[in-house]
């Protein structure tokens, strides 16, 4: 059974870099199958993606927040990790990494989230 | 503002079937997927690939799609029902990210 868990300061001060790493178990991020992604959801909002990183690296964002994340894995350590700069208050939120599909079915291409970590919850406070 | 849209909240008494939709574009293109989240917890995927089921998920519930427009249908609601439920697909520009609806709120009377 696959397992990711989000770890990393549960306080942030405003202006400075937010910092997470997930930790996959039951699985390996090496594999190729899949690709590893990182979704937050503000205090009673929605979902957000941010993006994903696929093993070897290669990663794309969220448009919305491209300049400000950065995302890379390690898997040596079955891991991967986000980097928020500049964070506001507006950035606080339960952020969740989740195993990631590019899928086919029925026909039709998409994407979808298998597997999420229990989440972490953020705060920006100064 | 997402690409998907959903209704804020929907009901359902126990035992009846309920039908949760996701609008938008790329519905039309590419496949959707339904999340359901308790209070305090992580999202659990509950249907992808627009009808498939992942294992452990009771098959009360279902998915289609219909031009710009996904449906979750739980047939039979039961009280563990009640909860935030969230479409997602891809966006509409073609690019490889992920949209989510505004999620819907289900409650079971």
């Known amino acids: 059974q696959v397992q990711l868990q989000e770890s990393g300061p549960g306080l942030v001060k405003p202006s400075q870099t937010l910092s997470l790493t997930c930790t996959v178990s039951g699985g390996s991020i090496s594999s190729g199958d899949y690709y590893w992604s990182w979704i937050r959801q503000s205090p009673g909002k929605g979902l957000e993606w941010f993006g994903y990183i696929y093993y070897n690296g290669d990663a794309d964002y969220n448009p919305s927040l491209k300049s400000r994340i950065t995302m890379s894995v390690d898997t040596s350590k079955n891991q991967f990790s986000l980097k928020l700069r500049s964070v506001t208050a507006a950035d606080a939120a339960v952020y969740y990494c989740?195993?990631?599909?590019?899928?086919?079915?029925?026909?039709?291409?998409?994407?979808?989230?298998?597997?999420w970590g229990q989440g972490t919850l953020v705060t920006v406070s100064s | 503002s997402s690409e998907l849209t959903q209704d804020p909240a929907v009901s359902v008494a126990m035992g009846q079937t309920v039908r949760i939709t996701c609008q938008g574009d790329s519905l039309r293109s590419y496949y959707a997927s339904w999340y359901q989240q308790k209070p305090g917890q992580a999202p659990i995927l509950v249907i992808y690939?627009?009808?498939k089921r992942p294992s452990g998920i009771p098959d009360r519930f279902s998915g289609s799609t219909s031009g710009n427009t996904a449906s979750l249908t739980i047939t039979g609601a039961q009280a563990e029902d009640e909860a935030d439920y969230y479409c997602?697909?891809?966006?509409?520009?073609?690019?490889?990210?992920?949209?989510f609806g505004g999620g819907t709120q289900l409650t079971v009377l």
């Open positions: 997602n697909s891809r966006d509409s520009s073609g690019n490889p990210h992920a949209v």
């Open positions: 690939g627009q009808n």
């Open positions: 989740a195993r990631t599909e590019y899928g086919a079915h029925n026909g039709r291409r998409g994407i979808h989230f298998d597997y």
